[in-house]
T-cell receptor, first 112, second 115 residues
Framework: DVVMTQSPLSLPVTFGQPASMSCRSSQSLVSSDGNTYLNWFHQRPGQSPRRLIYEVSNRDSGVPDRFSGSGSGTDFTLKISRVEAEDVGVYYC?????????FGQGTKVEIK | QVQLVQSGSELKKPGASVKVSCRASGYTFTNFGINWVRQAPGQGLEWMGWINTNTGKPTYVQGFTGRIVFSLDTSVSTAYLQIPSLKAEDTAVFYCARGGYLDSWGQGTLITVSS
């Protein structure tokens, strides 16, 4: 199975400041169709996950543009340009290129 | 709008069976598969597999094969997750999510297994 490794596991942030987290895969996530199926999800405490980004860098409808995804191959990054209170929670990356789909262990974003 | 509504929390004894439902609305049910994801208490997300809502064919992740059953009732746009013989370690929140991109999620169903 493809192992997804996220870092850091805990990310203390300050409101209004940028934040960045990493996701690395044990194999390239470039599919045979040329697409890279790397998604990012956000889970607030007590809520279900919500998809933020699909295929590395495409923001879902309603996701603020302070969120951006980038990367290629095995290295991916999620950035928040200016952290807001609603951004706390756990962020998961997930690959959908190789069977079975696998998630990273999550990066917990909390306020300093 | 797309909605996935799951059945409510349940408390079960070891050895009992549970069936979680996931009712879809706001789109054509058979156009997207349904995934199931487990989240043990305080832990991360674990993909369990998916069911093709067109053919009814389930696909299970290796660690869950033989322990769970996915099924459908397309007449009511509903997918089901059944765990026939619960163990204490099955205590978790179970989520359904739509399609290969998991673009919409249910609210989650907490299954607690305790004697």
């Amino acid at each position: 199975d493809v192992v997804m490794t996220q870092s850091p596991l805990s990310l203390p942030v300050t409101f209004g400041q940028p934040a960045s987290m990493s996701c690395r895969s044990s194999q390239s996530l470039v599919s045979s169709d040329g697409n890279t199926y790397l998604n990012w999800f956000h889970q607030r405490p007590g809520q279900s996950p919500r998809r933020l980004i699909y295929e590395v860098s495409n923001r879902d409808s309603g996701v603020p543009d302070r969120f951006s995804g980038s990367g290629s191959g095995t290295d991916f990054t999620l950035k928040i340009s200016r952290v807001e209170a609603e951004d706390v929670g756990v962020y998961y990356c997930m690959q959908g290129t190789h069977w079975p789909y696998t998630f990273g262990q999550g990066t917990k974003v909390e306020i300093k | 709008q797309v909605q996935l509504v799951q059945s409510g929390s349940e408390l079960k004894k070891p050895g009992a069976s549970v069936k979680v439902s996931c009712r879809a609305s706001g789109y054509t049910f058979t156009n997207f598969g349904i995934n199931w994801v487990r989240q043990a208490p305080g832990q991360g997300l674990e993909w369990m597999g998916w069911i093709n809502t067109n053919t009814g064919k389930p696909t299970y992740v290796q660690g869950f094969t033989g322990r769970i059953v996915f099924s459908l009732d397309t007449s009511v746009s509903t997918a089901y997750l059944q765990i026939p013989s619960l163990k204490a370690e099955d205590t978790a929140v179970f989520y359904c999510a739509r399609g290969g991109y998991l673009d919409s999620w249910g609210q989650g169903t907490l299954i607690t297994v305790s004697s």
